[in-house]
């Protein structure tokens, strides 16, 4: 009897020893995202609760941040591995992101809206910018984003009439009916719809009328791709896993979110993802996969920003900020 309990602690002990020699393998790594924890965000933590990174060896911890500038800076100091990057903030930051890398885009399309009230502005064409009070703040790019777009239709830019608000008293501002419009992201809509009792939201979306340009996409610095790039090809790999399945799941997707950011209301981050396949699935992801990247593309995005924002220092340039070749060898194709 004694023999057969050797051999079972024998068999116990191995079996021990096998998972924790299996999880000391696990690489950790920590992603920041461009803000707080939105339904928008859900793609990030299917990956993570359905195991896709866990597949790929690596430990994934998924960190809030303030905003994209926030997530640039973290991981250029190194306080995250890797983060959601929006390229045209990137391109603003000048000098100061460019150590950044990007390796695979998200946001195919750009997911500013000009959002307006029904009845109130109604904003439905660019034409009707012109003379319209606008809620931004001056301290962001997209009020000349906006001004550039204007011109890009015909109109006169100059006549956007800039009320500087801080971000958080957009949308309570737009409700209130005390400024006409506001800048948002296309996925803001839900909570805005929310937000207004007695006027329907129009989201009057940039995409629509020619602004055709890469936003956020993931990235990290040259010295980690030098020392990591089979950790940056399986984090790319699981993620867009995650990217595929939310989008074709979304309500699987909020239930899982909500396992890891319980404040989030599962509804919001259903029309959220819904919304978000509008800036996510173009036709170059349909034929080419999730992340993939045009260099024209990336050259017309880095172009529009050096041209109509003011860069401090040196001007970043496409081929210094993108890093082809982490992206699946299987592209991961929609669902």
Known sequence: MSVFKTLAAL????????GSAAKAQERDVKFILDFISLGRHAPWYVALGKGYFKEEGLNVTI????????????????????????????VASGAAGGAIKIVAVNYQRPPYCVFSLDPGANITEPKQLANLEFGSSTASFLPRIVQAFMEMNGVDSKTLKIVNIDAASRVPMLAAHKVASIDQFAMSEPAIRRAVTDAKPRCLFLGDYGLDIYSNSIGTTEEYLGKNPDVVKKFVRAALRGWQYALAHPEEA??????????????????????LKRVAITPDVEKNGFGTVSLDKMKRTVDFMNKNVDIAGEKLTAEQIYRPGFLPEAPILPQ
């Open 11 to 18: 068999v116990l002990s191995a079996g021990l020893t096998f």
């Open 63 to 90: 960190l809030p941040s303030k905003g994209t500038a926030d997530a640039i800076r973290s991981v250029v100091s190194g306080i995250a591995d890797i983060g959601f990057i929006d390229i045209p903030s990137l």
């Open 254 to 275: 909020a239930q899982v979110e909500i396992q890891y950011v319980k404040a989030l209301n599962p509804e919001i981050i259903v029309e959220e993802l819904n919304i």
